[in-house]
């Protein structure tokens, strides 16, 4: 059996290898292609570039070849010039501040009982025209609405989250156990995956995330008894 194991263990790992080595050989092949492009195909590539993009890659200049600058150059001067695309740039970071700041008042002003039309008389905006504000202010009540309600303790988070923890401690603790009987080691990626596959099948039955401290506590229950239940089969069965 451990011989077995060996040679699957081996042939994955020179797959795995060539799979590697075959990333590399398509990388470098697709870099002396781009190096060797002309300033058109240059031109037609940076056209699909966001205005972010070009103005990351105007900021970095030493990346790029002179003929890259000079295609960068000439897509940047069609979008209306680097002053143009800094002040867009500007705008779009003022808006995201204001933007935040809106939010951060709904979060400050916002009740179980307030109302939108309250908020969006409070909330006023000298950047951005009512319909918009009233976007912003809406979509962050239902933002906070929906975080009060993944944070509420139900009956259906107890029992849901009670029968959830069972099952996944149950369906973590199998595998658990089979990966120490067969090489007798702990792997921490396996406990990762293990605690993944906890909080996943207790999130399925209360349909509410981490961010609940009842999900939060069976979902470490359900991983002792996952644990507990690996180790058992140790016991029993030994290593195979």
Known sequence: MKLRLLKIG?????????????????????????????????????????DEQLIE????PNDYSEEAKAALAIVIQKRGGIDCLLEKEQQQYVLAVETERIKQQVRRLN?????????????????????QTRTIIQQTVEEINQNREDRQIKPRTIIGGMLGAVIAGIAGG???????????????????????LCYGIIRLFTRQSYKNTAVFVLTAIAVVIALFIGQLMFEIFGRQ
Do not use: C
């Open 10 to 50: 081996g042939v994955l790992f020179y797959n795995l290898v060539k799979e590697i080595d075959l990333i590399f050989i398509v990388e470098s092949k697709s870099h002396q292609k781009n190096t060797s492009m002309n300033r058109e195909e240059l031109i037609l590539t940076y056209t699909d570039f966001s």
């Open 57 to 60: 890659a105007y900021r970095n």
């Open 111 to 131: 009740t179980s009982n307030t109302d939108l039309d309250f908020l969006s008389k409070m909330i006023v905006s000298q950047l951005l025209d009512e319909h």
């Open 174 to 196: 199998i595998p658990w156990g089979l990966q120490i009987m067969w090489s007798g080691r702990i792997f921490v990626i396996f406990l990762v995956g293990l605690i993944l």
